[in-house]
């Protein structure tokens, strides 16, 4: 099966770094995506990995680690607008589930 | 317009009534899925599709049908709604050939009564 891990919540400054990490275990991996999610909407995508290392977008990094099985996403000068729900999931290539963790409440104060 | 739709975004509804889901995209995209999202639980995997005619169960598929006759839809029927199926549903689409495209549709928020 699957399973994902996320911490559930965290606190960070406005204009800092923030570090939000993921770890999985899955039957057969076909990638691992990160989203965002703003209270009241839906998930919207943010990156995608598939390979190891580290992949850049903007203000916005993904990191990982299949060895591992973890995975963080970076946000950078962070802004208020940045509150919101961060998601992990990932992709099995055995069954081709995309199944989610619980998500981390990422709070962004002045 | 490009895109992936649900349809209604709002229903309430009793214990018992069946009810249908409806979830379009316009991209052609191989696999859709269903979630459901709950204070709690996060996002849960209800069933999902790697092609027309393909589905599979996810995490929790009980009280739950699909089907996808067409790459475009993929339609979510609770046969007999329960109060536990009060819940936001969200559609999403991926792309078959490069992963790394993944929409979901704006939801819908089913209340049974």
């Known amino acids: 099966g699957q399973n994902i891990d996320q911490p559930t919540e965290m606190t960070a400054t406005e204009g800092a770094i923030v570090q939000i990490n993921c770890t999985y275990q899955?039957?057969?991996?076909?990638?691992l995506f990160w989203y965002q999610q703003h209270a009241g909407e839906a998930p919207t995508f943010l990156s995608y990995?598939?390979?190891?290392g580290l992949e850049e977008k903007g203000r916005f990094s993904s990191f990982l680690s299949r060895s591992k099985g973890y995975s963080y996403l970076l946000l950078k000068e962070l802004q208020m607008k940045d509150s919101a729900s961060y998601l992990c999931?990932?992709?099995?290539?055995?069954?081709?589930?995309?199944?989610f963790g619980q998500g981390t409440t990422l709070q962004v104060k002045p | 317009d490009a895109g992936i739709t649900q349809s209604p975004r709002y229903k309430i509804t009793e214990t018992g009534r069946q009810v249908t889901l409806m979830c379009h995209q316009t991209?052609?995209?191989?696999?859709m899925f269903w979630y459901r999202q709950d204070l709690g639980h996060g996002l849960r995997l209800i069933y999902y599709?790697?092609?027309?005619?393909?589905?599979d169960k996810g995490e929790v598929p009980d009280g739950y049908v699909v089907s996808r006759s067409k790459t475009e839809n993929f339609p979510l029927t609770l046969e007999s709604a329960t109060r536990s199926q009060t819940s936001v549903y969200f559609c999403?689409?991926?792309?078959?050939?490069?992963?790394?495209?993944?929409?979901f549709g704006p939801g819908t928020r089913l209340t049974v009564l």
């Open positions: 999931a990932v992709l099995s290539s055995n069954t081709g589930k995309l199944i």
């Open positions: 899955t039957s057969g991996f076909n990638g």
């Open positions: 990995n598939v390979l190891d």
């Open positions: 991209w052609s995209h191989s696999y």
């Open positions: 599709s790697a092609a027309a005619d393909i589905t």
């Open positions: 999403a689409s991926l792309a078959g050939g490069s992963y790394n495209e993944q929409f």
